[in-house]
């Protein structure tokens, strides 16, 4: 039972341009959301990440938009750049009261082409 | 650089084998996590260590087994290991702080092919 999906298994963009990078999951206990970066041979990279009370966090080039009533989060980077080729996890978390345990729940990844 | 150390990078060895991943935090984390990345799986949680106790536990096989020191660092044991265990181990800390979430990072991995 995939908790977290990310549908797209790939996505090609061209260099300047928006990136969108989509999240669906299924387990109402998650309140706590982020996106990872991954590049070839190396650990994943945080992104940014957002908590359930809000509906947007932004970073720079990097904005993650959460529709909790759809149970959807997407990553938008603008403008996209070559640098941002790479595997995109999304994963989210249940914060436990009183303890941390704070396990992540990771989608399968998107990789994204920046292409000049 | 995360600053989440892991060793060794690559290691090859037989079925029935068994062999120890070393992760050491970042410093000041006291969290540590376990992941396993499998070819066709995304990363599944295996377990999680809070400043030497278990804290939670997921779909880790009882033929592993971790552990973390009073140094915080921390060891992952495989064994009577099978060709469906080669895989992309990785590390994760995190603070660990109990007010609020704590973002993850990782750790390069540890690439486990078992022959």
Same mark, same amino acid.
């Given at each position: 039972?995939q908790q977290v999906k990310?549908?797209?298994?790939?996505?090609?963009?061209q260099?300047?341009? &928006? @990136? #969108?990078?989509?999240?669906d999951?299924?387990?109402s206990?998650?309140d706590?959301?982020?996106?990872?970066? *991954?590049?070839?041979?190396?650990g994943p990279?945080f992104l &940014? @990440? #957002?908590?359930?009370?809000?509906?947007?966090n932004?970073d720079g080039?990097?904005t993650?938009f959460l529709? *909790?009533?759809?149970?959807h989060?997407?990553l938008?980077i603008?403008?996209?750049?070559p640098?941002?080729?790479a595997?995109?996890?999304?994963?989210?978390?249940?914060?436990v009261?009183?303890?941390?345990?704070y396990?992540?729940?990771?989608?399968?990844?998107?990789?994204?082409?920046v292409?000049? | 650089?995360s600053?989440?150390?892991?060793t060794?990078?690559?290691?090859?060895?037989a079925?029935?084998?068994r062999?120890?991943?070393?992760?050491s935090p970042?410093?000041g984390?006291?969290s540590?996590?376990w992941?396993?990345?499998?070819l066709d799986?995304?990363?599944?949680?295996?377990?999680?260590?809070?400043?030497?106790e278990?804290?939670a536990k997921?779909?880790?096989?009882?033929?592993?087994?971790a552990q973390?020191?009073?140094?915080?660092h921390?060891?992952?044991n495989?064994?009577?290991l099978?060709?469906?265990?080669?895989?992309?181990?990785?590390?994760a800390s995190?603070?660990?702080t109990?007010?609020?979430?704590?973002?993850?990072f990782?750790?390069?991995?540890?690439?486990l092919?078992?022959?």
């Open positions: 039972d990310q549908n797209s298994p790939s996505l090609s963009v260099e300047g341009r &928006i @990136s #969108i990078l989509n999240c999951y299924t387990n206990m998650f706590y959301f982020l996106w990872y970066k *991954k590049y070839p041979a190396e990279t &940014i @990440s #957002i908590s359930s009370i809000k509906d947007k932004e080039r990097f993650v529709n *909790k009533s759809a149970k989060l997407s938008h603008v403008p996209s750049q640098g941002d080729s595997v995109y996890f999304c994963a989210a978390s249940s914060t009261r009183g303890g941390s345990n396990k992540l729940t990771f989608g399968k990844g998107t990789l994204l082409t292409n000049p | 650089d600053g989440v150390t892991q060794p990078k690559h290691l090859i060895t079925t029935g084998q062999v120890t991943l070393r992760c970042r410093s984390d006291l540590v996590y992941y396993q990345q499998s799986q995304g990363l599944q949680f295996l377990i999680q260590y809070y400043n030497g278990e804290r997921g779909n880790i096989l009882e033929r592993f087994s973390q020191f009073p140094d915080l921390s060891e992952l495989l064994s009577s099978e060709l469906g265990d080669s895989a992309l181990y990785f590390c995190s603070t660990g109990l007010s609020s979430y704590n973002e993850q990782f750790g390069p991995g540890t690439r092919t078992v022959l």
